[in-house]
């Protein structure tokens, strides 16, 4: 059966940004390139939620492209979205850890 996808409020914002700045300095290309990746990624999740290595006290972290990632936990049968993270910024920054 698969799992249910829940994103936190924290999570939704970090995508949101990610978005927003590729959009500011990148292109359409590249906005469409992450959403379709995120897409993907998550509907391998759903079926295979420990496909991804767990890096931290059950936090999964997906690399999405070189410069993101998304973390996640896994709780009962539920995905949580925990956040999504420009690889390039100072991981001590990164809250979920």
């Known amino acids: 059966m698969p ?9 939704k914002k970090s995508y949101e940004e990610v978005i ?3 959009e500011i ?26 496909m991804y290595p767990e890096i931290t006290d059950a936090i999964h972290r997906c690399v999405l492209t070189k410069h ?3 973390f996640y936990k896994i709780e009962n049968n539920t995905v949580i ?11 001590k920054q ?3 850890i």
């Open 81 to 91: 979205i925990l956040a999504c993270w420009d690889n390039r910024k100072d991981p």
């Open 25 to 50: 300095h990148w292109s359409q290309r590249e906005v469409n390139h992450l959403i379709s990746r995120t897409e993907l990624v998550l509907k391998l999740i759903v079926h295979n939620p420990g």
């Open 68 to 70: 993101n990632s998304l």
């Open 20 to 22: 927003n700045y590729l």
């Open 3 to 11: 799992f249910q996808i829940s994103w936190t409020n924290a999570a």
């Open 94 to 96: 990164l809250k979920i």
